[in-house]
T-cell receptor, first 111, second 114 residues
Framework: DAKTTQPPSMDCAEGRAANLPCNHS???????VYWYRQIHSQGPQYIIH???NNETNEMASLIITEDRKSSTLILPHATLRDTAVYYC????????????FGKGTRLHILP | SAVISQKPSRDICQRGTSLTIQCQVD?????MFWYRQQPGQSLTLIAT?????????ESGFVIDKFPISRPNLTFSTLTVSNMSPEDSSIYLC???????????FGSGTQLSVL
């Protein structure tokens, strides 16, 4: 079973920051938080991952709470192309660990 | 990153037939996985394709229905056997990069069974 909880859907105005929350209250010490997104009819795309420190890359920022029980993915300036289903996943992140997907959050970017 | 190619991208098949889906990775990878995504649903893991040994299936999936091959570190196949309309789904291949820290996905095979 997926170990994360996400809201089923969210709206965000184009140009604004999209903040997608995720709860992972049973996360283990060696599990990373990963974010993927799936744009309609495509395979999931890796966005970002982190263990306990906040992370930023060219696509997004990941904020993980100090107790690691929740996190937020931030898309700083959302565009219409960011409309997708966003999946928050916890995973050990080593050679053998698979990805179990939850239901994700369907993000709608509004023009 | 790993580039993953899947063939075919889509197919329409008759009930009772079988379809083999191919997954090719542009570099050697340790882990390869097969997923199913039914219409409007999230991805469900079918199995882990192990190189040199039998695949490891998740609960609810069996080898007779979804035989998997993994002849080397860059290639795997998934066969959907004795298909029924309930098998109509998108099937996706996934593979880890050099360290398996990230998993990458193919674009999927859209299967429709009549």
């Amino acid at each position: 079973d997926a170990k994360t909880t996400q809201p089923p859907s969210m709206d965000c105005a184009e140009g604004r920051a999209a903040n997608l929350p995720c709860n992972h209250s049973t996360i283990s010490g060696n599990e990373y938080v990963y974010w993927y997104r799936q744009i309609h009819s495509q395979g999931p795309q890796y966005i970002i991952h982190g263990l306990k420190n906040n992370e930023t890359n060219e696509m997004a920022s990941l904020i993980i709470t100090e107790d690691r029980k929740s996190s937020t993915l931030i898309l700083p300036h959302a565009t219409l192309r960011d409309t997708a289903v966003y999946y928050c996943i916890v995973r050990v992140g080593n050679r053998d660990d698979k990805i179990i997907f939850g239901k994700g959050t369907r993000l709608h970017i509004l023009p | 990153s790993a580039v993953i190619s899947q063939k075919p991208s889509r197919d329409i098949c008759q009930r009772g037939t079988s379809l083999t889906i191919q997954c090719q990775v542009d570099s050697q990878v340790t882990m390869m996985f097969w997923y199913r995504q039914q219409p409007g649903q999230s991805l469900t893991l079918i199995a882990t394709a192990n190189q040199g040994s039998e695949a490891t299936y998740e609960s609810g999936f069996v080898i007779d229905k979804f035989p998997i091959s993994r002849p080397n570190l860059t290639f795997s196949t998934l066969t959907v056997s004795n298909m029924s309309p309930e098998d109509s789904s998108i099937y996706l291949c996934s593979a880890g990069g050099a360290t398996n820290e990230k998993l990458f996905f193919g674009s999927g095979t859209q299967l429709s069974v009549l």
